[in-house]
T-cell receptor, first 115, second 113 residues
């Protein structure tokens, strides 16, 4: 069964450093998403991406965040200058249809720890 | 805004016990409701869903009924197995399918033999 692959599974970084979280969506999917879950809290929507541009973003997704689909297969989330409060599990998802939940496939997540 | 509240975990049950994980929601309009499951080391997987009032979603022995009058979507299973140990997330989305998922905090279930 097709799956969404995320790398790395765990990333430790120093505060102020830039990190890039990588995702390989399902090959025929057109819509891509990032969600995150701070430990003990809710899974929160960050951003959706379609046709090489952001289609929707939450208020969490501020100027320190960016997304990119650099080569037609990878979908990356960049955090420019990490803060302690960015420590969380980050989930990538893709779907063949629109922003709704029908047909979402999630990756297994990247646990980001900022020290 | 829309929100989902689910029971705090962790929940520990013996094999073959009855499971209920409570979920209530707040939403404008008529959302679609979902249960996702995350097994250790894996991604979030859709377990079941319901798109309108009184619908019952079911999969792998799990069931949940969309109760508009109580704004609830409680997850139930009659006889849990060790392999059901996972984190369970209740979620909603706008009925049109045009809004991102809104999740609850998740409930960790541990089933012991």
């Amino acid at each position: 069964e097709p799956e969404v692959t995320q790398t790395p599974s765990h990333q430790v970084t120093q505060m102020g450093q830039e990190v890039i979280l990588r995702c390989v969506p399902i090959s025929n999917h057109l819509y891509f998403y990032w969600y995150r879950q701070i430990l003990g809290q809710k899974v929160e929507f960050l951003v959706s991406f379609y046709n090489n541009e952001i289609s929707e973003k939450s208020e969490i997704f501020d100027d320190q965040f960016s997304v990119e689909r650099p080569d037609g297969s990878n979908f990356t989330l960049k955090i420019r200058s990490t803060k302690l409060e960015d420590s969380a599990m980050y989930f990538c998802a893709s779907s063949s249809r629109g922003i709704g939940a029908q047909g979402y496939t999630f990756g297994s997540g990247t646990r980001l720890t900022v020290v | 805004g829309d929100s989902v509240t689910q029971m705090e975990g962790p929940v520990t049950l013996s094999e073959e016990a009855f499971l209920t994980i409570n979920c209530t929601y707040t939403a404008t309009g008529y959302p679609s409701l979902f249960w996702y499951v995350q097994y250790p080391g894996e991604g979030l997987q859709l377990l079941l869903k319901a798109t309108k009032a009184d619908d019952k979603g079911s999969n792998k022995g799990f069931e949940a009924t969309y109760r508009k009058e109580t704004t609830s979507f409680h997850l139930e299973k009659g006889s849990v197995q060790v392999s059901d140990s996972a984190v369970y997330f209740c979620a909603l989305s706008d009925h049109s399918g045009n809004t991102p998922l809104v999740f609850g905090k998740g409930t960790r279930l541990s089933v012991i033999a």
